[in-house]
Nanobody
Protein backbone atom coordinates (compact mmCIF):
# COMPACT_ATOMS: atom_id res chain seq x y z
CA UNK A 1 0.00 0.00 0.00
CA UNK A 2 1.04 3.57 -0.56
CA UNK A 3 2.03 5.69 2.47
CA UNK A 4 0.51 9.18 2.65
CA UNK A 5 1.51 12.29 4.61
CA UNK A 6 -0.59 15.46 4.59
CA UNK A 7 0.61 18.98 5.32
CA UNK A 8 -0.51 22.57 4.91
CA UNK A 9 -3.34 22.81 7.40
CA UNK A 10 -3.71 25.67 9.84
CA UNK A 11 -5.83 28.53 11.13
CA UNK A 12 -7.21 31.02 8.62
CA UNK A 13 -9.88 33.70 8.62
CA UNK A 14 -13.06 33.31 6.63
CA UNK A 15 -12.47 34.24 3.01
CA UNK A 16 -8.84 33.18 3.16
CA UNK A 17 -6.97 30.42 1.35
CA UNK A 18 -4.89 27.37 2.16
CA UNK A 19 -3.19 24.74 0.04
CA UNK A 20 -2.99 21.22 1.39
CA UNK A 21 -0.37 18.80 0.14
CA UNK A 22 -0.24 15.03 0.34
CA UNK A 23 3.06 13.31 -0.31
CA UNK A 24 2.94 9.65 -1.29
CA UNK A 25 5.58 6.97 -1.13
CA UNK A 26 6.15 4.37 -3.80
CA UNK A 27 6.81 4.31 -7.52
CA UNK A 28 3.22 3.59 -8.58
CA UNK A 29 1.65 6.83 -7.37
CA UNK A 30 0.68 7.85 -10.90
CA UNK A 31 -1.62 4.82 -11.19
CA UNK A 32 -3.74 5.65 -8.12
CA UNK A 33 -6.95 7.60 -7.87
CA UNK A 34 -6.36 10.15 -5.11
CA UNK A 35 -8.99 11.68 -2.89
CA UNK A 36 -9.46 14.31 -0.22
CA UNK A 37 -11.99 13.80 2.56
CA UNK A 38 -12.79 15.74 5.71
CA UNK A 39 -14.28 15.12 9.11
CA UNK A 40 -15.72 17.83 11.31
CA UNK A 41 -16.24 17.29 15.06
CA UNK A 42 -19.26 15.10 15.69
CA UNK A 43 -19.80 14.41 12.00
CA UNK A 44 -19.03 11.57 9.64
CA UNK A 45 -16.11 11.69 7.26
CA UNK A 46 -17.22 13.12 3.94
CA UNK A 47 -15.96 13.28 0.38
CA UNK A 48 -14.33 16.53 -0.76
CA UNK A 49 -12.59 15.85 -4.09
CA UNK A 50 -11.00 13.14 -6.18
CA UNK A 51 -8.63 12.97 -9.14
CA UNK A 52 -7.99 9.90 -11.26
CA UNK A 53 -4.67 8.83 -12.69
CA UNK A 54 -5.78 10.46 -15.95
CA UNK A 55 -6.54 13.69 -14.01
CA UNK A 56 -10.31 13.49 -14.21
CA UNK A 57 -11.49 15.63 -11.28
CA UNK A 58 -14.66 15.63 -9.22
CA UNK A 59 -15.51 18.01 -6.37
CA UNK A 60 -18.28 17.86 -3.81
CA UNK A 61 -21.06 20.36 -4.37
CA UNK A 62 -20.22 22.05 -1.06
CA UNK A 63 -16.75 23.02 -2.29
CA UNK A 64 -17.27 23.33 -6.03
CA UNK A 65 -15.92 26.62 -7.34
CA UNK A 66 -13.85 27.19 -4.19
CA UNK A 67 -11.61 24.11 -3.90
CA UNK A 68 -9.45 22.54 -6.61
CA UNK A 69 -7.72 19.18 -6.51
CA UNK A 70 -4.58 18.61 -8.58
CA UNK A 71 -1.66 16.21 -8.75
CA UNK A 72 1.99 16.23 -9.70
CA UNK A 73 3.03 12.68 -10.54
CA UNK A 74 6.70 13.68 -10.84
CA UNK A 75 6.60 14.74 -7.18
CA UNK A 76 4.26 11.96 -5.98
CA UNK A 77 2.05 14.67 -4.54
CA UNK A 78 -1.63 15.60 -4.63
CA UNK A 79 -2.86 19.06 -3.67
CA UNK A 80 -6.06 20.68 -2.52
CA UNK A 81 -6.21 24.42 -3.16
CA UNK A 82 -8.88 25.91 -0.90
CA UNK A 83 -10.12 29.44 -1.56
CA UNK A 84 -12.95 31.50 -0.08
CA UNK A 85 -12.86 29.39 3.05
CA UNK A 86 -15.88 29.34 5.33
CA UNK A 87 -16.19 28.42 9.02
CA UNK A 88 -18.13 25.31 7.98
CA UNK A 89 -14.98 24.09 6.17
CA UNK A 90 -13.36 23.56 9.57
CA UNK A 91 -12.39 19.89 9.81
CA UNK A 92 -9.55 17.42 9.74
CA UNK A 93 -8.66 16.86 6.10
CA UNK A 94 -7.48 13.43 4.98
CA UNK A 95 -5.73 12.31 1.84
CA UNK A 96 -6.50 8.82 0.53
CA UNK A 97 -5.45 6.53 -2.31
CA UNK A 98 -7.49 4.03 -4.28
CA UNK A 99 -6.92 1.46 -7.01
CA UNK A 100 -10.50 1.99 -8.12
CA UNK A 101 -10.78 4.47 -10.93
CA UNK A 102 -13.10 7.43 -10.34
CA UNK A 103 -14.58 6.74 -6.92
CA UNK A 104 -15.96 8.96 -4.18
CA UNK A 105 -16.77 6.12 -1.79
CA UNK A 106 -14.71 5.99 1.41
CA UNK A 107 -14.78 2.21 1.37
CA UNK A 108 -12.85 2.14 -1.92
CA UNK A 109 -9.87 3.94 -0.36
CA UNK A 110 -7.69 1.48 1.59
CA UNK A 111 -4.78 3.89 2.15
CA UNK A 112 -5.15 6.99 4.33
CA UNK A 113 -2.93 9.71 5.73
CA UNK A 114 -2.99 10.88 9.34
CA UNK A 115 -4.93 14.05 8.54
CA UNK A 116 -4.25 17.76 8.84
CA UNK A 117 -6.39 20.22 10.79
CA UNK A 118 -7.99 23.16 9.01
CA UNK A 119 -9.69 25.78 11.17
CA UNK A 120 -11.56 28.72 9.66
CA UNK A 121 -12.47 31.55 12.00
CA UNK A 122 -15.40 33.85 11.40
Amino acid sequence: QVQLVESGGGLVQAGGSLRLSCAASGRTFSTYTMGWFRQAPGKEREFVATITWTSIKTHADSVKGRFTISRDNAKNTVYLQMNSLKPEDTAIYYCAASRTSYTMALGNYPSWGQGTQVTVSS
